[in-house]
């Protein structure tokens, strides 16, 4: 069993930073991979970035490269989400998942999400 708690979530004027984490605890293994995934209000989840706990290969999302950076400690059992340049169309639930396969939305654990708000 794996456990997922995020944080860090908040309100951000457009233009501006946030940094998530996720703390993760249980049976993950370092083949595992890692992935942020949001969901805006009335939307479907969408995928927004990926990273294996060994190597720290990345996948992101078109619309937050060169924005967003995932990033993990492996001594802490965490990974980030650095999100530069905010729009407000990065409003949505963040979640943070974890599959021992690289998905991009199917993940077998999740967190309880945390929110992000964008004001323009």
């Known amino acids: 069993q794996v456990q997922l708690v995020e944080s860090g979530g908040g309100l951000v004027q457009a233009g501006g930073s946030l940094r998530l984490s996720c703390a993760a605890s249980?049976?993950?293994?370092?083949?595992?991979?890692m992935g942020w995934v949001r969901q805006a209000p009335g939307k479907e989840r969408e995928f927004v970035a990926r990273i294996r706990w060994s190597g720290g290969n990345t996948y992101y999302a078109d619309s937050v490269k060169g924005r967003f950076t995932i990033s993990r400690d492996n001594a802490k059992n965490t990974v980030y989400l650095q999100m530069n340049s905010l729009k407000p169309e990065d409003t949505a639930v963040y979640y943070c998942a974890a599959d021992s396969r690289p998905r991009l939305i199917a993940y077998d654990y999740w967190g309880q999400g945390t929110q992000v708000t964008v004001s323009s």
């Open positions: 249980g049976r993950i293994f370092s083949n595992y991979y």
